[in-house]
């Protein structure tokens, strides 16, 4: 498996217009549904995932298995507004490392939205998920201490990284926490478009140390994300050389 990594430079001062006119701005701020809007619109099927958006100063990174080529052909063709909320006229791009090997040390950094599936079909965030029940859920649920949060989202972490054996971590810290309002749509409204809700949830920031387990499972590990709302700005899983600042 070989994919690009791709980096795209947003104009904060076209981007924050374009979600607000679209009514794609969460409550919080949050840009990951316009940005997933923008990336379909200028892309199509073969809008980049996941992707990791690190603000105004250092622009967007993703990961795409597509033709260089094909996806510059379909950026050209993208209305005027959208080439300058993504910055397409600034696309840039390198083939990314494939060829690992079992045991590689390397440093990690992947926001993530640490949820799982509840009985009822439901997103739940992993930490309630685990302490529901409990006499101190109300409590718990408010806030709950980052300590315990830390346990609970490293667990979940560790088993997202060792599906088919693609990695074990070596060592990891939540580097940053909150609770986040996020947009997604679903059905349809009276009006026949499709309703637009906040979604409440975690959204952290794990920083450390992996180890490469199956150099073909850690490729799709890489190419597929981890985690939910992978095609909203969570699940990159940015790498540099195991020791680097």
Excluded at 43 to 63: I, T
Excluded at 93 to 109: I, K, N
Aim: charged content about 20%.
């Amino acid at each position: 498996m070989s994919f690009q990594l791709l980096r795209l430079q947003p104009d904060p001062t076209a981007l924050a217009p374009w979600a607000t006119r679209h009514r794609l701005l969460s409550p919080d701020g949050d840009y990951g549904y316009a940005l997933h809007a923008l990336l379909s619109e200028a892309f199509g099927d073969l809008a980049p995932k996941p992707f990791h958006y690190l603000g105004g100063r250092q622009g967007l990174l993703a990961y795409t298995a597509a033709d260089l080529e094909i996806l510059r052909l379909n950026a050209s063709l993208a209305p005027p507004d959208v080439a300058r909320a993504l910055g397409l006229d600034h696309l840039e791009a390198r083939p990314f490392p494939s060829a690992w090997r079992a045991g590689q040390r390397l440093a990690f950094e992947v926001r993530v939205r640490p949820v799982v599936r509840s009985k009822d079909g439901r997103e739940r965030d992993a930490y309630l998920h685990v302490v529901e029940g409990t006499a101190d859920t109300g409590q718990i649920a408010g806030n709950g201490s980052i300590a315990g949060r830390t346990v609970i989202y490293s667990d979940w972490l560790t088993q997202q990284f060792a599906v088919d054996g693609a990695a074990q971590i070596a060592e990891a810290h939540l580097d940053s926490f909150r609770l986040t309002r996020v947009l997604r749509k679903a059905g349809s409204g009276d009006n026949g478009k499709r309703k637009t809700t906040n979604h409440a949830g975690p959204d952290a920031v794990f920083k450390g140390q992996l180890l490469v387990g199956d150099p073909t499972a850690f490729n799709r590990l890489l190419a597929r994300g981890v985690g939910r709302h992978r095609a909203f700005g969570f699940g990159m899983l940015l790498l540099r050389p195991a020791g680097s600042c």
